[in-house]
């Protein structure tokens, strides 16, 4: 156990051996988590110390304050938040020293292969096809909407191993190489212009069988674990007062007098106050983590910041007046991150349409705190106990 | 008090969860309130005229201490705060009791403490009250409209309409324009008013000309204890609204689970379910900024004319949408007097309007979230 000021100290000491002005920024990454403090409630020596979650505010705290480079989390964040968790929890102890500490410092991007053209909400259902042979998985089939994989290293992929089973039942999870012959990306251009998601395709991938993670036919039971890490990471970042998009649209109503209207007061403000309680159940469901008392909060977050974000860019967008029939830019790029703040309202309006699709749509997430959370009954059901191979596509 | 570890790295952010001396008080008033105040009884004492039940109130005000949570110990209360007084009233909103504890333990209470320590006999009259009040052993009510809303003139006529407990009352507080003063019942007229909300009776309180009370404070301290009695109130009142919602919500749950039409139960299909789903949602919201409202009263933090707008206007429509999903939901047993989902609606509808409406508090927001108007 270590507590606030052993761990302030420690980082103290950390910094003291390694000032970050004259320290190469990767060097100071690779040390920062072999001294255990990248994410301090992870095990010793992979990039933690065993301590409690809730402690890693203090040494963020005095990392931030001494200037240290960070890891650039946005653009890793796959990784970070789906790939790492689902590894630490069913990884081996050989997967785990292999891929966390390259994914954490950000020398590694990964991307997630899950859903395919015939199989999005209904993830289950997928048919990407992994084959085993000798010591690998020969792995056929075309993944869509993949974000990074044009960047990424790795890719965390379900692919069904037992056609026989019933769906949830003969699905295997694995880590892919994305260098590896037989992984094709293709760029696929989205509403805003630009391509931050891929289709892939895969033909005849190797995988060894090292690289499995979790057993054969387990495979659903792990994704488990990166869809509801996935769900909080788009949900559970941590803002100040109009720290999100509502922070943006409250700055054009103070410096432009001239757009005001009585209407988009009203609105406004009601935003403004759904904002505010949004941030404010965001932080009390940070605070249930920190006291050990998760809540099923979690689950509510991003449907709710993806109302908001779509209705205050929305708003936006309206307040603009004429500048608001423009567009910013739709030349064609690969961008490495979701970039808000850097681009215009035209483009925050249409990229937002995808906060209530990508990591479940909201009508699935509604389905799931009903059925989970509220008890209600779950939907008649056609699929359950027929072989995959057998349902209807 | 709860102290989550991210409180001894020193951040200033709000708690917002219940500690466990807080759960621990819920349970004591949910178990009485699940004794003492059932739903039934509460629909019979309202025909009957007095939906008060004296002897619930003895039991939660002085026999729990719950009337003195708001007041130090040296003034004669139990010295806890406004985090534990929320919890009592989200228990009484859930349960859906009649009590004056908003109008008495809150409103008053707050007005009264804004003037403790004053010198010489005005001050003394109100240590006197406050203590009363406190112990359980009088009732103190606030005469002005349950409508008057913080940061505004309250009116100060002759006569007051619309006044929350006034019958209930022992002691009113009188604001006039030359300061506060408290009045005994009986030299007050009260005439009774056909409330929305029969759980929360209204009068008309009207002083004979002659009869000036006890001074208790002057204009300028008068005017600022009954916006601090009025802010309070707000930010609690969040609270009760919480209750409601969560009740209506749980009800409604319930309900649909073991209602069955087209053979099955009504609660298995999605366009219920989502509603559902979007109640809960709101109610986790509601919850967030309800504790942050109460914490920013009981620490005295700079942001609590924010906090209590930004509760009021989320709270006030979370209870209303569902208490109105409750009945519409409950289809014709919701329409029913027999069943309670109409008293959590005229409860819910009538908070709403209670201490400033969702739309005078956005007013507010504007000016202190620096989101002017247009000209
Ligand atoms: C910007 C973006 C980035 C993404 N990044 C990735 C990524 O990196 N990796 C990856 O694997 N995937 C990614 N996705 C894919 C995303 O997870 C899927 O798009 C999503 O799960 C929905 O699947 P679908 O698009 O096939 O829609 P469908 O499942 O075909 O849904 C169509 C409509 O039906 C509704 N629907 C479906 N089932 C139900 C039901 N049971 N009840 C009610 N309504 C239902 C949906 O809500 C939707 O409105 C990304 C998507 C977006 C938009």
Redesign the pocket.
């Known amino acids: 156990m270590t507590d606030a000021h052993e761990l302030r100290s420690r980082t103290r000491e950390f910094l003291a051996a390694r000032p970050p002005a004259g320290t190469d920024r990767a060097d100071f990454l690779k040390a920062r988590f072999d001294a255990g403090l990248a994410w301090v409630h992870y095990p010793p020596g992979l990039g933690g110390l065993g301590a409690p979650r809730t402690l890693q505010a203090v040494v963020d705290a005095e990392l931030a304050a001494a200037g240290a480079p960070d890891n650039d989390p946005r653009r890793i964040m796959?990784g970070l938040g789906m790939a790492a968790p689902t590894i630490l929890a069913y990884g081996t102890e050989e997967q785990k020293r292999r891929f966390l500490r390259p994914l954490w410092t950000g020398e590694e991007v990964w991307?997630?292969?899950?859903?395919e053209p015939g199989a999005?909400?209904?993830l289950a259902a997928l048919g990407t096809r992994a084959v085993r042979d000798g010591d690998d998985w020969v792995v056929t089939g075309q993944?869509v909407?993949?974000?990074?994989a044009h960047i990424a290293r790795w890719a965390i992929l379900i692919a069904r191993t037992d056609p026989d089973a019933p769906k949830h039942r003969g699905i295997t999870y694995f880590v892919c190489d994305m260098t590896d012959p037989g992984v094709e990306v293709r760029p696929l251009r989205q509403i805003t212009g630009e391509a931050?998601?891929n289709e892939v395709f895969l033909t005849g991938v190797r995988i060894p069988d090292a690289y499995r993670i979790g057993a054969v036919g387990e495979g659903w039971k792990v994704a488990q674990t990166t869809l509801m890490n996935e769900r909080v990471t788009i949900g559970g970042m941590r803002l100040p007062r109009e720290g999100g998009m509502i922070g943006l649209a409250a700055a054009t109503w103070r410096e432009r007098p001239e757009l005001r209207t009585h209407e988009l007061h009203r609105r406004l403000l009601d935003l403004w106050v759904d904002a505010e309680v949004a941030r404010l159940t965001a932080e009390r469901l940070r605070q249930q983590l920190a006291a050990g008392q998760p809540g099923p909060e979690g689950s509510g977050t991003k449907l709710v910041f993806a109302r908001l974000n779509q209705e205050i860019s929305s708003l936006e967008l309206e307040l603009r007046g004429e500048e608001g029939l423009l567009y910013d830019d739709w030349t064609m790029r690969r961008p490495e991150q979701v970039d808000f703040t850097g681009r215009d309202i035209g483009y925050r309006y249409l990229r937002t349409k995808?906060n209530s699709?990508?990591?479940?749509?909201s009508?699935?997430l509604l389905?799931i705190v009903a059925e989970r959370v509220l008890g209600l009954p779950a939907e008649p059901r056609t699929d359950k106990d027929v072989a995959w191979k057998d349902l209807a596509r | 008090m709860s102290t989550s570890p991210a409180k001894e790295v020193g951040t200033t952010e709000p708690d917002l969860l219940y500690s466990e001396a807080e759960a621990d008080l819920r349970a004591a008033v949910r178990d009485l309130l699940g004794d003492r105040a059932d739903l039934q009884a509460t629909l019979a004492g309202m025909e009957a005229g007095d939906p008060y039940d004296p002897a619930l109130w003895q039991a939660l005000a002085a026999g729990m201490g719950a009337a003195g949570l708001l007041v130090p110990e040296k003034l004669g209360g139990q010295g806890a705060s406004h985090r534990e007084a929320a919890v009592v009233l989200e228990e009484l909103g859930r349960a859906m009791a009649p009590a004056p504890y908003l109008t008495s333990s809150v409103i008053a209470t707050e007005t009264l403490l804004a003037l403790a320590g004053q010198a010489g006999p005005e001050g003394a009259a109100t240590a006197e009250l406050l203590a009363e009040t406190a112990a359980g052993r009088t009732v103190t009510v606030l005469a002005l409209p349950l409508s008057a809303s913080p940061g505004a003139e309250p009116p100060t006529g002759p006569a007051v309409t619309a006044v929350a407990d006034a019958r209930l009352a022992d002691v009113l507080l009188v604001y006039r324009p030359d300061g506060l003063y408290a009045v005994r019942r009986a030299d007050a007229q009260l005439t009774p008013q056909l409330a929305l909300d029969l759980t929360r009776p209204l009068a008309t309180v009207a002083i004979a000309g002659g009869t000036s009370g006890t001074r208790l404070a002057g204009t300028g301290t008068a005017r600022a204890a009954v916006q601090r009695g009025l802010l309070t109130g707000a930010g609690l009142l969040a609270s009760e609204q919480l209750g409601i919602a969560e009740w209506c919500l749980e009800e409604t749950v319930r309900y649909t689970r073991e209602r069955h039409q087209f053979n099955r139960p009504v609660g298995s299909f999605?366009a219920l379910k989502h509603r559902m789903a979007r109640l809960w949602l709101e109610v986790v919201n509601a919850r967030a900024a309800a504790r942050n409202a109460a914490d920013a009263l009981a620490t005295g933090s700079d942001d609590v004319a924010l906090a209590v707008s930004v509760a009021q206007a989320f709270c006030s429509r979370a209870a209303v949408h569902a208490a109105e999903e409750c009945v519409q939901l409950h289809a014709g047993i919701g329409m029913t007097w027999e069943h309670p989902a109409h008293l959590y609606l005229k409860r819910a509808k009538s908070d709403e309007l209670a201490l400033g409406t969702p739309g005078r508090h956005k007013e507010l927001l504007a000016a202190l979230a620096d989101l002017p108007a247009p000209r």
């Open positions: 796959i991307c997630q292969l899950f859903s999005g909400s209904d993944k909407w993949t974000s990074s931050e998601f995808g699709i990508e990591g479940g749509t009508e699935v389905n | 999605q």
